[in-house]
C-alpha cells in the first residue's frame, strides 16, 4: 500500500503559485480573445463577399460561403462561451472582437471571385494558426474542454481552407 504524504507549502509558494496560474489564465483568454476576433473577421469578410460573387458558379459559392458563415457563427458562439467561463463576465462582445482584429483587410473596388475565395482560404489557414496558439496555451494549462471544442474548431477551418482549394483549382 502506498502512503501520500502532503507536504505544506509556504505562503510564498502558494502565491507564487496562485500568481503563475492567474497569468496563464489571463494568457489563455488572450489567445481565444484573438482566435474570436479571427473567427468575426473571416464572418465578415465572407458575408460580405456576396458582391463579388458573379461568376457561373454564382449559387454554388453563395451555398458553399453560407454555410462556411453558419459555421462560423457556431464557433463564435462557443468562443463566447469559453471566454465567459474563463473570464467570469459577460465582457466579450463583438466590439471587443472588432478592436482585436486581426486580418489585413484593403477596401478595394473589386475581386475576382477566385481571388476571393483564395484569400478566404489563406484566412482560414490564419484562423487554424490562431487556434493552434490558444489550444497550445488550454494544454499548458489543463483546460480539457476547451482544448476538445478548439479541435473541433482546427479541423472545421482546415476543411473550409480544403473545399475553398478545391472550388479554385477545379475550375
Known amino acids: 500500500m ?4 502532503a507536504q505544506r507549502a509556504s505562503p510564498g509558494t502558494l502565491a507564487q503559485h496562485a500568481h503563475s496560474g492567474s497569468m496563464v489564465s489571463l ?26 460573387l458573379s461568376d457561373p458558379h454564382f449559387r454554388q459559392y453563395r451555398t458553399l460561403l453560407q454555410a462556411h458563415a453558419e459555421e462560423l457563427v457556431a464557433a463564435s458562439h462557443a468562443l463566447d462561451e469559453q471566454l465567459r467561463h ?5 465582457a466579450c462582445s463583438v466590439e471587443l472582437g ?7 483587410e484593403e477596401d478595394v473596388e473589386y475581386v475576382t471571385p477566385e481571388d476571393l475565395l483564395v484569400q478566404l ?6 484562423l487554424v494558426g490562431s487556434l493552434r496558439f490558444a489550444q497550445a ?25 480544403a473545399v475553398l482549394m478545391d472550388a479554385t483549382w477545379g475550375d
Open 86 to 90: 474563463l473570464r467570469g463576465n459577460g
Open 137 to 161: 496555451l488550454c494544454q499548458r494549462t489543463g483546460d480539457i474542454v476547451t482544448d476538445s471544442l478548439i479541435d473541433v474548431w482546427i479541423d472545421e477551418a482546415r476543411r473550409r481552407a
Open 98 to 104: 472588432m478592436n482585436v482584429h486581426s486580418s489585413n
Open 121 to 126: 482560404r489563406v484566412d482560414n489557414q490564419i
Open 27 to 52: 494568457d489563455l483568454s488572450a489567445g481565444l480573445m484573438k482566435a474570436r476576433a479571427d473567427t468575426f473577421s473571416l464572418y465578415l469578410k465572407i458575408k460580405r463577399s456576396h458582391r463579388y
Open 2 to 5: 502506498h502512503t501520500v504524504r
